[in-house]
């Protein structure tokens, strides 16, 4: 494989507008909306992506049929420090699964559970 893995993600979710309100709050963000087919229902929020450097940016999905969490895909979201967007996680109807924690030197992860049952990582190097 000469690229990266991962082109792009999705997060699917039941409650489009407490999702959306979930990530824009713990990421300091805004999503913005995508164009999707005509269906009752489908709607896609994308997150903020620069194509010129590294990384995959995704979207939150909501398509009729598809259930939120229990899956078993981690997205992890690059932050300057984990430990800022953790802090954040409760305040806006998340739950910390993991506080931040050193994955060696590979930096330090924390893991956390958004409003619709997925779980998410977050990412520094310090």
Not at 32 to 59: H, I, K, R, T
């Amino acid at each position: 494989m000469a690229k990266n893995p991962i082109a792009w993600f999705e997060i699917y979710v039941n409650n489009m507008d407490r999702a959306k309100a979930f990530y824009e709050a713990v990421l300091d963000i805004k999503l913005e909306p995508l164009q999707v087919p005509e269906e009752p229902g489908f709607s896609m929020w994308s997150f903020p992506a620069d194509m010129e450097n590294y990384g995959a940016s995704g979207a939150l999905v909501h398509m009729p049929g598809f259930e939120a969490g229990g899956n078993s895909t981690l997205v992890y979201f690059a932050c300057d420090d984990c430990a800022l967007e953790e802090s954040r996680v409760a305040a806006a109807g998340g739950t910390v699964q993991r506080e931040k924690m050193s994955i060696g030197q590979y930096g330090y992860i924390s893991l956390a559970i958004d409003t619709e049952g997925n779980m998410l990582g977050l990412h520094s190097m310090k």
